[in-house]
T-cell receptor, first 116, second 113 residues
Framework: AQSVTQPDIHITVSEGASLELRCNYS??????LFWYVQSPGQGLQLLLK??????LVQGIKGFEAEFKRSQSSFNLRKPSVHWSDAAEYFC??????????????FGKGTKLSVIP | KAGVTQTPRYLIKTRGQQVTLSCSPI?????VSWYQQTPGQGLQFLFE???????NKGNFPGRFSGRQFSNSRSEMNVSTLELGDSALYLC????????????FGPGTRLLVL
């Protein structure tokens, strides 16, 4: 069965430190890949997406992600974390469920805490 | 452009009741999808609507239903509420059927007592 795995449930970093959030997927082909961020009590905000082409994609708020086909991974990175980055981050895969209908399958999320 | 809007933002119901949640997509977007978010199960796909037709449905019981209107606004209904239906219900819109990028609303927080 297809799945999306975010191995880290909770990560704590110091402000100014670098960040990498891991995401692995299990699908037969290369799906569409997304990272979303959710602040407490809020909806999901799209950070970045990968459809094809350059495997390093830039997103909003200084985030980037790298697609590695050989590892079935799509890890999210930020060189210097700000306190406002504290939130929950979700990796998602866009799956064609047939007849042109898409649905997103999400990982369980990684909660990021930032120490001032 | 205004984003996806959902009403109401918060709702408290009791077991056995039914509830209707509303979603207005981004102007020009024709596809609306619904997701349920709970601490235990995470984010799960409920269904997708396009051109007033349900195109895809997740693994949820028949108590969960929805519809889409000609202006692309969508509603979802949950009948005979159970305690386990307490969740954040998120609506997402995309420009077209099978639109790869989905934009989410703020959600409706449903509490079932």
């Amino acid at each position: 069965a297809q799945s999306v795995t975010q191995p880290d449930i909770h990560i704590t970093v110091s402000e100014g430190a670098s960040l990498e959030l891991r995401c692995n997927y299990s699908y037969g082909a290369t799906p569409y890949l997304f990272w979303y961020v959710q602040s407490p009590g809020q909806g999901l905000q799209l950070l970045l997406k990968y459809f094809s082409g350059d495997t390093l994609v830039q997103g909003i708020k200084g985030f980037e992600a790298e697609f590695k086909r050989s590892q079935s991974s799509f890890n999210l990175r930020k060189p210097s974390v700000h306190w406002s980055d504290a939130a929950e981050y979700f990796c998602a895969v866009g799956l064609d469920s047939g007849a042109g209908s898409y649905q997103l399958t999400f990982g369980k999320g990684t909660k990021l805490s930032v120490i001032p | 452009k205004a984003g996806v809007t959902q009403t109401p933002r918060y709702l408290i119901k009791t077991r056995g009741q039914q509830v209707t949640l509303s979603c207005s997509p981004i102007s020009g977007h024709r596809s609306v999808s619904w997701y349920q978010q709970t601490p235990g199960q995470g984010l799960q796909f409920l269904f997708e609507y396009f051109s007033e037709t349900q195109r895809n449905k997740g693994n949820f019981p028949g108590r969960f239903s929805g519809r889409q209107f000609s202006n692309s606004r969508s509603e979802m209904n949950v009948s005979t509420l159970e305690l386990g239906d307490s969740a954040l219900y998120l609506c997402a819109s995309s420009p077209r059927r099978g639109g790869e990028t989905q934009y989410f609303g703020p959600g409706t927080r449903l509490l079932v007592l």
